[in-house]
């Protein structure tokens, strides 16, 4: 084997070593510790007095130890109420736990909002009676907070105190080095979260609100009142298969996020949670009459319109729009779009998210 690329694989043995050991740290803390890793490191080979050589590294990354207790070391976990291994965990679950509440509360405010406006009456009295009680119900959120961030806590520190194992322990070993991700690889942390608040509103909406989607107006009285585009007789029906199919790519989006790269647990998830969701999609649209065949009609009723003109879709909204040409178009969209997502997750995974040359530097 050539020198330069045994000092290729040495190098890449050493930066795998150093990223196992800050991106368990702070992100504040992760570039002056590992310069000063790297300098260690460096001295440690230079005290050997030997050709600098796989081994010499191998021998003293194994003297630094295992990266998850060095970092712990700089974190100054000694007396802790949550440490360890469970700590990133905990971490990373608390903040998703955390996103998923703030979301829910201001969601459910919001929804508040919409539906006492009607009731309130028109004015600006009305108006201000609804921002008002909005703005009581978005007063719950840091109850509601610090109530999901105690019992987080609790649950890991109960299982940090019983020694609950989050995985097979083994010894450590320089093979068990986490594989540094291509920049390929890395799934941006706003893409998740912007999918899960999306996921979150809709689900809400669907279930809460499902007759503000439609039409908005004032009938002859001067009255505000609302025509869902939706089938709202056979609505306690559909929801379970809404929850189903919004809460599976919420737990994708989850998992994403949670991860950060595209790897094979991303994508066996993205996979169950795609066919659970299109399963529950085809289901609603296909086993059930989900549109308001009425929807033209009561529409008409209210605006005192006609609707005659060949081309508007209301005109053949009850012969056929709402039950056929609708749903299957919706079917359709929704399967493409997840089909896409998919494929680039498994495009990304197989072609970014193996394991590549870096692995043959332990061989």
Request: proline letters at 3%; one cysteine or more.
């Amino acid at each position: 084997m050539d020198g330069g690329k045994r000092g290729n694989m040495e190098n890449n043995l050493i930066e795998r070593y150093l990223y196992d050991v800050v991106r368990r740290l702070p992100e504040k803390q992760r570039k002056d510790i590992e310069e000063e890793l790297r300098t260690l490191i460096e001295d440690m080979l230079e005290e050997r007095q030997k050709d600098r050589g796989t081994e010499e590294v191998k021998a003293v990354l194994s003297e630094l130890g295992e990266p998850a207790k060095l970092a712990m070391k700089y974190r100054g976990e000694e007396a802790h109420l949550i440490g360890g291994e469970y700590y990133p965990i905990y971490c990373q679950i608390l903040k998703l736990v955390l996103i998923c509440v703030g979301v829910g509360v201001a969601i459910s405010a919001v929804v508040h909002l919409v539906v006492q406006l009607p009731a309130q009456g028109g004015g600006m009295n009305g108006v201000v009676n609804s921002v008002v009680d909005g703005f009581i119900s978005l007063g719950s959120l840091p109850e509601a907070l610090l109530s999901a961030f105690g019992l987080v806590t609790l649950v890991f520190f109960v299982m940090e105190r019983n020694q609950v194992k989050l995985q097979k322990k083994e010894p450590w070993s320089l093979e068990k080095l986490t594989q540094i991700p291509s920049a390929k690889a890395v799934i941006p942390k706003s893409d998740s979260v912007v999918g899960v608040f999306f996921g979150v509103l809709i689900m809400v909406i669907f279930i809460a609100l499902p007759e503000c989607i439609g039409y908005w107006g004032k009938n002859a009285d001067g009255e505000l009142v609302a025509v869902s585009v939706f089938n709202l007789s056979i609505w306690s029906k559909v929801i379970p298969l809404f929850v189903i199919s919004f809460s599976a790519g919420v737990v994708d989006d989850l998992v994403k996020l949670a991860v950060g790269h595209y790897n094979r647990t991303v994508m066996y998830v993205s996979i169950v949670c795609s066919l659970i969701s299109v399963a529950a999609v085809t289901i609603c649209l296909k086993g059930y009459e989900i549109f308001n065949l009425h929807f033209a009609e009561e529409l008409s009723a209210i605006t005192g319109e006609t609707f005659s003109a060949k081309y508007d879709i209301l005109t053949h909204w009850q012969s056929g729009i709402a039950s056929r040409v609708l749903p299957n178009f919706l079917l359709a969209v929704i399967v493409l779009i997840t089909l896409l997502e998919l494929a680039v997750t498994v495009y990304r995974t197989l072609r970014y998210g193996q394991k590549g040359k870096e692995a043959s530097c332990l061989q």
